[in-house]
């Protein structure tokens, strides 16, 4: 089969209700477009039936194309799968819970076809979600784009065309700990913003639970700035500063024989002041590491159990198999 212009990714996690709707939704939009396309569903570990329901609409639709993880993975890594198996010259990302509008779909074609090669969907407007999550969201991305070098642009999530050669890039960059939005902003090329409207969920709950959303957090920081790194020789300098300036003081107040400065509280204070800064300096370090540890052992970023009907590897394990396709 020849290769589509478009491919839509859409990463499902326990989405049955929304998988449903958002098939006829992107269809009735790809096929208003006349051009050829397919739909990548990403079934990233669902429990309630989803992996069926992707497997029927597989079979109904040929455009349809499933790639069904063997455990949940995370919404970045399913992503990432959708992208790898994308063939399209430009590849739409979609959440599978209509949040994002499949309408918009054409605005981001739109821009695509004047030649740029990032168009990203900014939110301007978010309905439904919690104060908390819409506060914590938006502080979010102000403090990454304060400590990071790369200029990841302000509320957009993952929801954004790519076109062929970025596609190609990312899938080159194979680090475990992914966070998309930086990764697509740190390629380059020409990149343009299109706004909308971000819709309340079709069904069910935020599959982005609190913890969660640390953990795209902290992959962002980490992924992109070595900031927290730094902190510590600040703090460190910062301390060191006031200590010799102090010394001067105590000297002189010794001198004029004011009351001494004793006392076993201020010690304490100290001691646990400076305990407190050196542990959460060892802590950002470890977090570090733990990194590295885990990119040093180099295992697939995710394992797919069973892939597109034409696909007859399930074994298929991104990189590896797909340079060895290459080299061949
Ligand atoms: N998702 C996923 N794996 C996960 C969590 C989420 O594939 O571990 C998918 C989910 O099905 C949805 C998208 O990622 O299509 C965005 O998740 P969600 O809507 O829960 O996030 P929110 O919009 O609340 O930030
Ligand atoms: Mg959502």
Same mark, same amino acid.
């Given at each position: 089969?020849?290769?589509?212009?478009?491919?839509?990714?859409a990463p499902v996690?326990?989405e049955?209700?929304s998988?449903?709707?958002l098939?006829?939704?992107?269809?009735?939009?790809?096929?208003?477009?006349?051009?050829?396309?397919?739909?990548?569903?990403?079934?990233?570990?669902?429990?309630?039936?989803?992996?069926?329901?992707?497997?029927?609409?597989?079979?109904?639709?040929?455009?349809?194309?499933?790639?069904?993880?063997?455990?949940?993975?995370?919404h970045?890594?399913?992503v990432?799968?959708?992208?790898?198996?994308?063939?399209?010259?430009?590849?739409?990302v979609i959440d599978s819970d209509l949040q994002d =509008?499949?309408? +918009? $779909? /054409?605005? %981001? !074609?739109?821009?695509?076809?004047?030649?740029?090669?990032?168009?990203?969907?900014?939110? &301007?407007?978010?309905?439904?979600?919690?104060?908390?999550?819409?506060?914590?969201?938006?502080?979010?991305?102000?403090?990454?784009?304060?400590?990071?070098?790369?200029?990841?642009?302000?509320?957009?999530g993952d929801f954004?065309?790519?076109?062929?050669?970025?596609?190609?890039?990312?899938?080159?960059?194979?680090?475990?700990?992914?966070?998309?939005?930086?990764?697509?902003?740190?390629?380059?090329?020409?990149?343009?913003?299109?706004?909308?409207?971000r819709?309340?969920r079709f069904?069910?709950?935020?599959k982005?639970?609190?913890?969660?959303?640390?953990?795209?957090?902290?992959?962002?920081?980490?992924?992109?700035?070595?900031?927290?790194?730094?902190?510590?020789?600040?703090?460190?300098?910062?301390?060191?500063?006031?200590?010799?300036?102090?010394? =001067?003081?105590? +000297? $002189? /107040?010794? %001198? !004029?024989?004011?009351?001494?400065?004793?006392?076993?509280?201020?010690?304490?204070?100290? &001691?646990?002041?400076?305990?407190?800064?050196?542990?959460?300096?060892?802590?950002?370090?470890?977090?570090?590491?733990?990194?590295?540890?885990?990119?040093?052992?180099?295992?697939?970023?995710?394992?797919?159990?069973?892939?597109?009907?034409?696909?007859?590897?399930?074994?298929?394990?991104?990189?590896?198999?797909?340079?060895?396709?290459?080299?061949?």
């Amino acid at each position: 089969m020849k290769n589509p212009i478009f491919s839509i990714v859409a990463p499902v996690y326990n989405e049955l209700e929304s998988i449903a709707e958002l098939y006829p939704r992107i269809r009735d939009v790809m096929d208003s477009t006349g051009e050829s396309w397919e739909l990548i569903l990403v079934d990233d570990g669902s429990q309630d039936g989803s992996t069926d329901v992707i497997r029927k609409l597989a079979i109904n639709d040929a455009r349809v194309r499933p790639v069904i993880f063997a455990r949940n993975f995370g919404h970045q890594i399913a992503v990432t799968a959708g992208l790898d198996y994308s063939r399209g010259a430009a590849v739409v990302v979609i959440d599978s819970d209509l949040q994002d =509008p499949p309408e +918009v $779909i /054409l605005d %981001l !074609i739109a821009k695509w076809r004047e030649g740029y090669e990032v168009v990203y969907a900014k939110r &301007v407007e978010r309905e439904g979600e919690s104060w908390f999550k819409k506060t914590t969201a938006s502080l979010f991305y102000r403090i990454i784009c304060r400590i990071t070098d790369v200029q990841i642009p302000l509320d957009t999530g993952d929801f954004r065309l790519l076109d062929r050669k970025v596609v190609n890039i990312m899938s080159k960059m194979r680090e475990g700990h992914r966070f998309l939005r930086g990764m697509s902003a740190w390629v380059g090329f020409k990149q343009v913003g299109v706004e909308y409207k971000r819709a309340t969920r079709f069904a069910g709950e935020t599959k982005y639970p609190f913890k969660k959303m640390l953990k795209l957090a902290l992959n962002a920081v980490t992924g992109f700035s070595y900031f927290p790194l730094q902190l510590a020789t600040y703090l460190g300098f910062i301390s060191a500063g006031l200590s010799v300036i102090s010394i =001067p003081i105590v +000297v $002189i /107040l010794r %001198l !004029i024989s004011s009351p001494q400065l004793t006392g076993q509280a201020t010690t304490l204070i100290t &001691v646990l002041f400076f305990g407190g800064i050196q542990l959460i300096s060892l802590g950002i370090i470890g977090e570090y590491i733990g990194r590295i540890y885990d990119e040093v052992k180099g295992r697939p970023i995710y394992i797919v159990s069973e892939g597109p009907s034409e696909d007859h590897d399930p074994t298929r394990l991104n990189l590896s198999t797909k340079e060895s396709q290459e080299k061949s």
